[in-house]
């Protein structure tokens, strides 16, 4: 394994529309119909829509890279989770996912700390995360790194609604 954590650009986006695919289908796949999955797979990891995602100033993704083939991805940008208290020049960690075989070896730390410095690259402000309520170990990890459970609201896949928990760590814990 060389692994390396890279940013991606522009012309990554089938690269991350395959592998977003891929991870939520690895760590949730089994929660949902097979076409509830597929149309959310179609809406939120169109190939058209990374591109956008990619292109746009006020976001970024990193893949975490073996070999120059990408085994995992984050994404950050402005915050669009429903909570009364979300500023604007607020923050959002948005996708943190790594293959499975590529877990518990640190890296989705260093994923996770490249996402929060870029996010406060103009200083420190409240950072958010939304997180399955049964996803127990992402919520122990966010935790470790000063994040606490504020609400919650519900996650569209497909006709199904998941319940959500958002967190948040306040700016200056840096
Ligand atoms: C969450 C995730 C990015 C963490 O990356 P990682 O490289 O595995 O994490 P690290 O090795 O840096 O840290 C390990 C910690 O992750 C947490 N963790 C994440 N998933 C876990 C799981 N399935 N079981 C137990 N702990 C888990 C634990 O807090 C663990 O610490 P511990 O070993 O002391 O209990 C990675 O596990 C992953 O991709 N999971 C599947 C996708 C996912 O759930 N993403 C979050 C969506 S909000």
């Known amino acids: 394994m060389t692994l390396a954590i890279r940013r991606a650009t522009v012309n990554d986006a089938q690269t991350l529309s395959r592998l977003a695919r891929r991870t939520f289908d690895e760590t949730f796949g089994h929660l949902y119909p097979p076409e509830d999955l597929q149309a959310f797979f179609d809406d939120a990891y169109a190939v058209e829509k990374q591109r956008v995602i990619l292109a746009h100033p006020d976001y970024a993704v990193w893949f975490l890279e073996d070999g120059g083939e990408a085994v995992g991805h984050a994404a950050a940008g402005p915050c669009g989770l429903p909570h ?24 989705g730390g260093r994923m996770f700390d490249t996402a929060m410095a870029w996010l406060q690259r103009k200083g420190p402000c409240p950072l958010w995360i939304g997180v399955w309520s049964e996803n127990v170990g992402a919520q122990r990890f966010y935790a470790r790194k000063g994040f606490e459970i504020v ?11 998941d319940r959500e928990f958002i967190m948040r760590r306040k700016g200056g814990a840096l």
């Open 84 to 107: 009364p208290e979300v500023a604007p020049g607020d923050g959002e960690l948005k996708r943190l996912y790594l293959l499975k075989e590529y877990q518990r070896g640190g890296w």
């Open 151 to 161: 609400g919650e609201y519900r996650f569209p896949v497909g006709r199904v609604r």
